[in-house]
């Protein structure tokens, strides 16, 4: 790698913009279960948008199978996904701290994981456990922002994948409706529009709180 | 009546889990909100009352 600095890194993420954002994203903290389709498309767009700190957790190994939707390249295959993930981000961004823990994310320790998070983002393929880590962030962490995706399978038109704020705290993005056990396949283009709108969501709420604090 | 996603429904008396089956939602797959706060699942059985505003979200497979 390029022997660039911190302060070149965040003149390029700050450049076009009026205001300084590289700063504020620099001091967030955002967490990922689940490191598939959606999440490690989520977790590139947030380190190339200079977040200080992900805390990412996923118990599955990269498969062949994952190579059609997920961040991963034939090499990865074989190696745990909270392995490959941070190797492939930190070539994006080196300034990016990374916690990455190749476990499987449950209602006993998600508390603990995702405690020092800002937003907690939930990028799960079963719809079980889908609905265990909203249920478990919501009940648990009602403070936290929560980010969800539901519905990006298939090859329908992209808008219909839309982002709706479910509460204050919750936000939900997807189709809502389109599932994998209907044949339609998962294709990478559905995928990355779904994770899209979860990554716009995850810097809207970061930039958001860093001007009201500065 | 009980608001469901918005929408009136004549739903009052039902307790969640029967509001869930009638709609063909699995209670697993799913975060039940009243009144914007969550509903935790050890209380799927309680009676929905009179002007009780619901929203559940059903999650689908894929990610």
């Known amino acids: 790698m390029k022997g660039i600095t911190e302060a070149e890194f965040a003149q390029a993420v700050d450049s076009r913009s009026d205001k300084p954002i590289y700063s504020i994203m620099r001091s967030s903290r955002i967490g990922i279960a689940g490191l598939g389709g959606l999440g490690s498309n989520i977790a590139a767009a947030l380190a190339r948008s200079g977040v200080g700190h992900l805390i990412l957790a996923d118990f599955d190994t990269v498969e062949l199978s994952n190579i059609n939707r997920q961040l991963y390249t034939l090499n990865h295959i074989g190696q745990k996904k909270a392995e490959a993930l941070p190797m492939i981000l930190h070539e994006i961004n080196p300034f990016c701290e990374i916690t990455s823990l190749p476990l499987r994310v449950t209602a006993d320790n998600c508390r603990e994981l995702f405690a020092d998070c ?53 936000t939900l993005c997807g189709d809502g409706k389109t599932d994998v056990v209907d044949g339609v396949g998962l294709t990478a283009s559905r995928v990355m529009v779904c994770a899209g709108h979860m990554a716009v969501r995850a810097v809207e709420i970061i930039l958001q709180k860093g001007r009201k604090t500065s | 009546m009980v608001t469901i996603n918005g929408e009136p429904k004549a739903a009052d008396g039902m307790t969640v889990l029967e509001l869930l089956s009638s709609m063909q939602l699995k209670p697993e797959r799913t975060a039940v909100m009243i009144g914007g706060e969550i509903l935790p699942k050890s209380d799927y059985s309680t009676a929905l009352r009179d002007g009780d505003e619901v929203d559940i979200v059903s999650f689908v497979g894929g990610g």
């Open chain 1, 118 to 170: 800002d937003i907690i983002i939930e990028a799960f393929d079963a719809p079980e456990q889908k609905a265990m880590l909203v249920n478990t962030v919501l009940e648990q962490m009602p403070e936290k922002n929560l980010i969800s995706g539901s519905g990006m399978a298939g090859f329908g038109n992209a808008n219909a994948i839309t982002t709706r704020f479910i509460t204050e705290k919750l």
